[in-house]
T-cell receptor, first 109, second 116 residues
């Protein structure tokens, strides 16, 4: 699976959009971009995934650049409950997930 | 949604004893389950892949005789930490993939193991 690079931490204001970047410059054509998050002392939670096109669900939007070398997870209206570690993972359609260090997102009132 | 449970949520055991952790998929069948370990302030590390009805596949560096995995049914996998030592104290998390459908992994809430 391709290596991903994320900033170690970021703060965002409650009620504002949070934009979480991820670089995956070596991603191959059959690898998807997955996002999970882990709230403290809980198991990870699936957020969204995509291959080429932008994706949106009830939790977030995923914007993938045309060359697929980077992507951005957007939390449209961050709340205090969105404080978590966010993991960006590039993987093919096998089963294994490799978690990096992720981005620690702190939402402040 | 797909729900995965773990039991117990927390366990404290004495050094040298064995501890069993259960992982259940509550509303779907899971041919494949995974076991992860997470030390404080670190990311999740995959320990093993558990397939229903067959032997688990362990990641490099994980002792299969110490971490016994059994996946006897499509909704239950167990991890037994044998002869536990304080360095085995960690957060153990399982995940499961639906037998049919997409490749999303659904994670359990985790089990905090403390070995004294």
């Amino acid at each position: 699976d391709a290596k991903t690079t994320q900033p170690p931490s970021m703060d965002c204001a409650e009620g504002r959009a949070a934009n979480l970047p991820c670089n995956h410059s070596t991603i191959s054509g059959n690898e998807y971009v997955y996002w999970y998050r882990q709230i403290h002392s809980q198991g990870p939670q699936y957020i969204i995934h995509g291959l080429k096109n932008n994706e949106t669900n009830e939790m977030a939007s995923l914007i993938i650049t045309e060359d697929r070398k980077s992507s951005t997870l957007i939390l449209p209206h961050a709340t205090l409950r969105d404080t978590a570690v966010y993991y960006c993972i590039a993987k093919s359609n096998d089963y294994k997930l490799s978690f990096g260090a992720g981005t620690t997102v702190t939402v402040r009132a | 949604g797909a729900v995965v449970s773990q039991h117990p949520s927390r366990v404290i055991c004495k050094s040298g004893t064995s501890v069993k952790i259960e992982c259940r998929s509550l509303d779907f069948q899971a041919t494949t389950m995974f076991w992860y370990r997470q030390f404080p302030k670190q990311s999740l590390m995959l320990m093993a892949t558990s397939n229903e009805g067959s032997k688990a596949t362990y990641e490099q560096g994980v002792e299969k005789d110490k971490f016994l995995i059994n996946h006897a049914s499509l909704t239950l996998s167990t991890l037994t930490v044998t002869s536990a030592h304080p360095e085995d104290s960690s957060f153990y998390i399982c995940s499961a993939i639906r037998t049919s459908g997409s490749y999303e992994q659904y994670f359990g809430p985790g089990t905090r193991l403390t070995v004294t």
